[in-house]
């Protein structure tokens, strides 16, 4: 059974800082997708960026980047110019590629708070 | 991506009822997921809805406690039934999207409380 971890309960960044959030995983598939998941107090799921595992490029979405390490099962996410709308809960997710429309495993989450 | 919107967003319910929670989804979809996310928690997989199948539950989840039904490609609904303040929690659906149906895209919950 697929495992994600994330090491950071809580995490705070500036405004206009760059942070980073870090996710790990455990898996002994060779293909799969990762994804990272924003939740703000609106209890909405938003889907922040996704990467595909046989991609070595890391994915990138506007301010949004991921640093893919397939090796040491590593997938975290970097901020860039944080913004006050980026306070929520960031949640680092696995899918396999076995098969269609597996299901989601998700780490326990981050919660990041931006500040003035 | 898909527009997908649930029913009720919110609910407080007694012990001992029932409550159906509906999703609705902008497109025809294959998959839907249902999910259950307890107060300071992360999000758990109760089962997949497949239009004209069964669902297939998850470990810890049964059929009599969470009935689902997907009567077309775009609706589905889950039931939470004989609910008890262990149930309070958010219960958000899902649906796949893409070529490989590999990207979900969430509901934006209903949040029940059990008294």
């Known amino acids: 059974a697929q495992t994600v971890t994330q090491s950071q309960p809580e995490m705070s960044v500036q405004e206009a800082e760059t942070v980073t959030l870090s996710c790990t995983y455990d898996?002994?598939?060779?293909?799969?997708?990762l994804f990272w998941y924003k939740q703000p107090p609106s209890r909405q799921m938003i889907l922040v960026i996704r990467?595909?595992?046989?991609?070595?490029q890391n994915a990138t979405e506007n301010r949004f980047s991921v640093n893919f390490q397939k090796a040491a099962k590593s997938f975290s996410l970097k901020i860039s110019d944080s913004q006050l709308g980026d306070t929520a809960m960031y949640f680092c997710?696995?899918?396999?590629?076995?098969?269609?429309?597996?299901?989601?495993?998700f780490g326990t989450g981050t919660r990041l708070q931006v500040t003035l | 991506s898909a527009v997908i919107s649930q029913k009720p967003s919110r609910d407080i319910c007694q012990r001992g009822t029932s409550l159906t929670i509906q999703c609705q989804v902008d497109?025809?979809?294959?998959?839907m997921f249902w999910y259950r996310q307890q107060p300071g928690q992360s999000l758990t997989l109760i089962a997949t809805?497949?239009?004209?199948?069964?669902?297939?539950?998850e470990s810890g989840f049964v059929i009599d406690k969470f009935p689902i039904s997907r009567p077309n490609l775009t609706f589905s609904t889950l039931t939470v039934s004989n609910m008890s303040p262990e149930d309070s929690s958010i219960y958000l659906c899902?649906?796949?999207?893409?070529?490989?149906?590999?990207?979900?895209?969430f509901g934006p919950g209903t949040r029940l409380t059990v008294l």
């Open positions: 899902s649906v796949a999207t893409g070529w490989l149906e590999d990207t979900q895209y």
């Open positions: 898996t002994s598939e060779n293909n799969y997708y």
């Open positions: 990467q595909e595992a046989y991609k070595q």
């Open positions: 997710a696995f899918m396999s590629s076995t098969g269609t429309a597996s299901k989601l495993t």
């Open positions: 497109s025809q979809v294959t998959m």
């Open positions: 809805a497949n239009q004209g199948s069964e669902a297939t539950y």
